[in-house]
């Protein structure tokens, strides 16, 4: 499933809008037995394949024909899965669900759709940052992966300077773990969000701009095209969204205004 949203582009010096179109991500919850289970970011298709593999991977079934029936409705919030299993509910389903976040996800174990869409802080206005900056973030991005370099499948999340250059990076497996990572480095350090942006090795989610938000982030530019979701929300955050940075485009996703026009930087 995808949308389609009006945005700009950057490319050789020039900027013009047009539609672009993006994959739909949504919260699903999956309910088993009238029980919250869990609240996972999903692409909104194939819902009842995704319980019958998500309740048999996470050991909640061990076969396809104990799931008596999966109903799935639509919200304005998400999705809501309702597994009806044959027989009891099991034993480790009675207790409170304690399993942990995966690196695939940054909302495994929310109980609630509104928990999974809670609202975030409009991030104040300013700075304007130039696309030479956001270039050389984006280049300078494999030198602050080491672990990436030995081993692979490692994501960085890095935080730059107002003219592209990086300060702090943290890698993890998880591409929310590592901006985590960053963002509790930079709180550590006392460094204030608005004096820069920060850059992923990643796609952009609706997690990872709900925790850019969270921090004050003025500007997140991914490697990969953002979904859908993760847009509006910046949107609604006042948040810049910028992806794909190389070979000299990108494509803004939301808050151009803070993107200058010329190479000069300011405050406005």
Same mark, same amino acid.
């Given at each position: @499933?995808?949308? $389609? ?5 950057? %490319? ?8 672009? =179109? ?5 919260? =699903?919850?999956?309910? =088993? ?17 995704? =319980?019958?593999?998500?309740?048999? !991977? ?25 597994? $009806?299993?044959? *027989?009891? #509910? ?11 976040? @995966? ?10 759709? &509104? ?22 973030? @984006? ?5 602050? &992966? ?7 499948? @490692? ?23 590592? #901006?985590?990572? #960053?963002?509790? /480095? #930079?709180? $550590?350090? *006392?460094?204030?969000? /608005?004096?820069?942006?920060?850059? !992923?090795? %990643? ?6 701009? &709900? ?37 000299? %485009? ?6 151009? &205004? ?7 930087? *300011?405050?406005?």
């Amino acid at each position: @499933m995808a949308g $389609r949203l009006t945005v700009e582009r950057y %490319s050789a010096g020039e900027r013009g809008s047009g539609d672009g =179109v993006f994959p739909e991500e949504a919260p =699903v919850a999956v309910v =088993v037995n009238d029980t919250d289970y869990a609240v996972m970011l999903a692409s909104p298709a194939d819902v009842e394949d995704f =319980v019958h593999g998500f309740l048999l !991977t996470e050991g909640v079934i061990r076969d396809t024909a104990e799931v008596d029936s999966v109903t799935v409705t639509d919200r304005p919030e998400g999705v809501v899965a309702h597994a $009806r299993l044959h *027989g009891a #509910l099991p034993g480790h389903l009675r207790r409170e669900r304690a399993t942990p976040g @995966m690196s695939s996800c940054g909302l495994c174990g929310v109980r609630s759709l &509104q928990e999974a869409l809670r609202p975030v802080r409009p991030v104040a206005d300013g700075p304007v940052f130039t696309p030479a900056a956001l270039f050389a973030a @984006m280049a300078a991005l494999p030198e602050w &992966q080491p672990c990436n370099a030995a081993a692979g499948a @490692m994501h960085v999340a890095a935080f730059a300077a107002a003219d592209g250059t990086i300060r702090h990076a943290r890698e993890d497996v998880g591409r929310h773990n590592a #901006l985590d990572k #960053l963002i509790g /480095a #930079l709180l $550590r350090d *006392g460094v204030a969000p /608005a004096t820069g942006f920060v850059v !992923t090795s %990643s796609r952009c989610s609706y997690e990872m701009v &709900q925790k850019s938000a969270a921090f004050g982030v003025p500007l997140l530019c991914t490697a990969s095209a953002p979904t859908a979701l993760a847009i509006r929300l910046a949107r609604r955050a006042n948040m810049s969204l910028v992806s794909l940075a190389r070979g000299g %485009s990108f494509l803004i996703g939301c808050g151009g &205004q803070r993107i200058a026009a010329t190479e000069a930087t *300011g405050d406005g």
